[in-house]
């Protein structure tokens, strides 16, 4: 047998799906998708790092609900491996606002902070309501907490940006809006890695056969 076998507890774990759960990954998918076309024209509008740096993660937000629409009713260590590349796909956005913003920082001209400040409290709306779907999902396993972590950060970022947009109207300066990316970088690979070892101990978990007690030569 593979290693998805009934012996290691994949198949116990296939079919348990709580209620409304794919009806808010939907949704969520829904929402991510439509918010990264209009955050990847707002930041474009706007010359703003961190609306891109959002607009990114909403993109990849859209997939990671997808990949997880597409395990959600298969065994545990599938949802556990698409957790992890979620978690890889977590890091690899942190890592290109991170470049992004140090590229940045040379000196380009400041952005226009209404249109950062429209979009971002736009952004935060569809972001708190995926939010709160997604809320009673986030103690389940590694790949509903990673579906989770990403909406939590989403909702921090928005308000972020708000907050870079305040500081770039504010100033006259682009500084605000560097700060904001990197800090929203940061915190895509700090969560990437939580969801990276909570993956990683679900996988090992499956993985390795429970220990049955020796059977007496007299049985």
């Known amino acids: ?18 209620p409304g759960y794919r009806r808010a990954l939907w949704a969520a998918l829904i ?37 997880s629409l597409a395990v959600l009713s ?10 992890f590349l979620k978690g890889l796909t977590m890091a ?8 992004k913003a140090a590229f940045s920082v040379a000196g380009g001209a ?4 209404l249109t950062m400040g429209f979009i971002a409290v736009l952004a935060l709306a569809a972001n708190v309501g995926v939010a709160l779907m997604l809320y009673a999902f986030r103690s389940g396993d590694a790949n509903m907490r ?16 708000m907050l870079a947009a305040l ?13 904001v990316a990197a800090i929203m970088g940061t915190l895509g690979i700090t969560a990437a890695w939580a969801v990276l070892r909570h993956a990683r101990t679900e996988m090992a978990s499956i993985r390795t056969p429970a220990v049955r007690p020796a059977r ?3 049985d």
């Open 1 to 18: 047998m593979g290693g998805d076998s009934c012996a290691n507890g994949a198949c116990s774990a296939a079919a348990v799906v709580r």
């Open 31 to 67: 929402v991510n998708a439509l918010m990264f076309g209009v955050e990847l024209a707002g930041a474009q509008v706007a010359g703003s790092v961190s609306l891109l740096a959002d607009a990114a993660d909403f993109l990849g937000d859209a997939a990671n609900y997808a990949l």
């Open 74 to 83: 298969m065994g545990l260590i599938w949802r556990a491996r698409a957790a």
């Open 92 to 99: 690899a956005f942190g890592a290109f606002v991170l470049g």
């Open 110 to 113: 400041p952005p226009e902070p």
């Open 146 to 161: 990673s579906v989770w972590l990403c909406s939590r950060n989403d909702a921090i970022g928005n308000i972020a940006v």
């Open 167 to 179: 500081g770039v109207f504010g100033t006259g300066r682009a500084w605000p809006d560097l700060i």
């Open 216 to 218: 007496s030569s007299g």
